[in-house]
């Protein structure tokens, strides 16, 4: 007999591209709490991929609303592109569904307030949107030297993530559903941002937690990302009601590999994660100098994260544990990314209203 503590979160997993086969892997092979029992791709070859690469016991489905409403699962994650995030989530949510959702939500504020106000009228089921920074170990433990202080009053943030240039860009024609690098990639710092700066800290208005945005641009390389009204490099500056910063750069131009970190800032000192994205720990000393190996993409660098992402998800269904990122994270951080993609698209300043959205005409 099956006790509660042993059984298994049924999972279907939708989109089986590059994200997607590396989160099935860890559904099958690193997640001892979890079944996978469905998989969903419309895309061609889908099927064959899920067939070589899949256990026999997980149904393919190339219709996601026929694998939400027969695959069998409990809980659904969804790794598909990012503007077909919404419609899976809410029909995922009606159905009585768990969702684990990648990042963005959706590539525009009001589709992403519609789902999450989906997700907090149904306080049964658990909603996550796992930004990967939070679940990386170096990323947790100056989380806590921050709480504990050993900074001193956090005041800013600076932070990079730069994707190594890809010859076949995919990324330029995947910048029509993306919504943009702001959107796309900018979530990400921003939402580590909110996670150290405390930004609503002294607000008489906790509601309006954004002064303004600004942001630039440059299509360095990609050019065909003109016509998409997008950029290969983006360059960022947010101003939080409490007068604390956030400056970061993205960019998909390096020829080295990834680059991501972050440095906080604080009154008694500073920390920097992934100064150096190394793959390892090898120098090469010879008659060149000494160099080592970058990290060939995020999804190397944040390995353990989207480990650890699915762990939280899991355990939260289970054993109806507390989530550590709310909807309402994913929101904010929506808030600030569409803005910042405004600010480029238009050339100006956004402020925030008083109710905490961008103003946007």
Not at 33 to 51: F, M, N, R, T, Y
């Amino acid at each position: 007999m099956t006790s509660a503590t042993d059984r298994k979160l049924k999972v279907a997993l939708f989109g089986l591209g590059r994200l997607g086969a590396i989160r099935a892997n860890i559904l099958v092979n690193l997640q001892p709490d979890i079944e996978l029992v469905a998989a969903s791709d419309p895309k061609p070859g889908a099927e064959q991929w899920a067939a070589q690469n899949l256990p026999p016991t997980v149904q393919f489905f190339a219709d996601p609303v026929e694998c939400l409403e027969k695959g069998g699962a409990e809980a659904v994650l969804i790794s598909t592109a990012t503007a077909t995030h919404a419609p899976l989530v809410l029909k995922a949510l009606d159905l009585g569904l768990h969702v684990m959702c990648e990042k963005p939500i959706a590539v525009d504020v009001e589709t992403t307030k519609k789902v999450v106000e989906k997700a907090k009228s149904r306080p049964e089921l658990k909603f996550l949107v796992p930004f990967c920074r939070r679940y990386d170990d170096s990323y947790r433990s100056l989380k806590k030297l921050v709480e504990a202080g050993e900074l001193g009053e956090i005041h800013a943030v600076d932070s990079t993530c730069l994707d190594q240039q890809d010859p076949t860009g995919f990324f330029v024609t995947f910048s029509a559903q993306s919504g943009g690098i702001f959107v796309d990639m900018g979530v990400h710092d921003i939402d580590i941002a909110r996670y150290y700066l405390d930004v609503t800290k002294g607000l008489s208005n906790p509601k309006k937690q954004v002064n303004k945005v600004f942001a630039l641009g440059q299509t360095a390389v990609y050019t065909d990302l003109n016509k998409y009204g997008d950029a290969d490099n983006g360059f960022a500056l947010v101003e939080f009601a409490n007068g604390k910063l956030l400056t970061f750069h993205l960019g998909r131009t390096l020829t080295n590999g990834f680059e991501g970190a972050t440095r906080v800032f604080g009154t008694k000192g500073s920390a920097v994660v992934n100064g150096n994205s190394f793959v390892n720990r090898v120098e090469v000393r010879d008659q060149h100098g000494v160099r080592t190996a970058t990290t060939p993409d995020a999804f190397v660098l944040y390995e353990k994260s989207f480990v650890n992402d699915l762990k939280e998800f899991a355990t939260s269904i289970l054993h109806d544990k507390p989530l550590t990122l709310t909807p309402d994270d994913a929101l904010e951080a929506a808030k600030i990314a569409t803005a910042l993609q405004y600010s480029f698209r238009k050339g100006v300043p956004v402020y925030f209203d008083e109710e905490g959205d961008p103003i946007m005409e």
